[in-house]
T-cell receptor, first 116, second 117 residues
Framework: AQSVTQLDSHVSVSEGTPVLLRCNYS??????LFWYVQHPNKGLQLLLK??????LVKGINGFEAEFKKSETSFHLTKPSAHMSDAAEYFC??????????????FGAGTRLAVHP | DTGVSQDPRHKITKRGQNVTFRCDPI?????LYWYRQTLGQGPEFLTY????????KSRLLSDRFSAERPKGSFSTLEIQRTEQGDSAMYLC???????????????FGPGTRLTVL
């Protein structure tokens, strides 16, 4: 069965410093992986997705993630944090269900705090 | 705004009452999903519709829960005889038909936060 583990429940950084949110996945075949962000009182927004093309994936708002099969990791990074990046981030693996649709399996989330 | 919408955004009810939530997906999306998110956790899959057909239900969806999508457009999620453990954020998402560009991407609504007293 597919699963994801987000290694940090909380990450705190200073504005302008790099961000690293860690995610490991478990999959019996080549997975589709996503990062979603959830701001308070707003819906989940897709940051980026990996679907077996380039291993370095660029997303919105300066975020990127690297798929490393040997380490079963899909860590999210950003070179310089902005106050508006403060939110909950979810690493997600897509499980191709028997009905031919994509069931999303979410990690527990990482809350990112950005300090001035 | 042509995104996924959900109504109501917040619902407070007493234990034992019935509640119903509505989801309006993006208009050209034929796939619709319901998820539940409890405090401090990631969303968990509840059920999936392709057009009007409900094709999968999670074991999380007890007999008190029922979901419909009568005309393949909007969907409703009803919880009967609510319990305090039902308190959560209920999220709806939609996606394009299989084989189309971006069909593995789900677009989420803002959610309905349910509080059962």
């Amino acid at each position: 069965a597919q699963s994801v583990t987000q290694l940090d429940s909380h990450v705190s950084v200073s504005e302008g410093t790099p961000v690293l949110l860690r995610c490991n996945y478990s999959s019996s075949y080549s997975p589709s992986l996503f990062w979603y962000v959830q701001h308070p009182n707003k819906g989940l927004q897709l940051l980026l997705k990996y679907t077996s093309a380039a291993t370095l994936v660029k997303g919105i708002n300066g975020f990127e993630a690297e798929f490393k099969k040997s380490e079963t990791s899909f860590h999210l990074t950003k070179p310089s944090a902005h106050m508006s990046d403060a939110a909950e981030y979810f690493c997600v693996v897509s499980d191709l269900a028997s009905g031919g649709y994509n069931k999303l399996i979410f990690g527990a989330g990482t809350r990112l705090a950005v300090h001035p | 705004d042509t995104g996924v919408s959900q109504d109501p955004r917040h619902k407070i009810t007493k234990r034992g009452q019935n509640v119903t939530f509505r989801c309006d997906p993006i208009s050209e999306h034929n796939r619709l999903y319901w998820y539940r998110q409890t405090l401090g956790q990631g969303p968990e899959f509840l059920t999936y519709f392709q057009n009007e057909a409900q094709l999968e239900k999670s074991r999380l969806l007890s007999d008190r829960f029922s979901a419909e999508r009568p005309k393949g457009s909007f969907s409703t999620l009803e919880i009967q005889r609510t319990e305090q453990g039902d308190s959560a954020m209920y999220l709806c998402a939609s996606s394009t038909p299989p084989g189309t560009s971006g069909s593995n991407e789900q677009f989420f609504g803002p959610g309905t936060r349910l509080t059962v007293l």
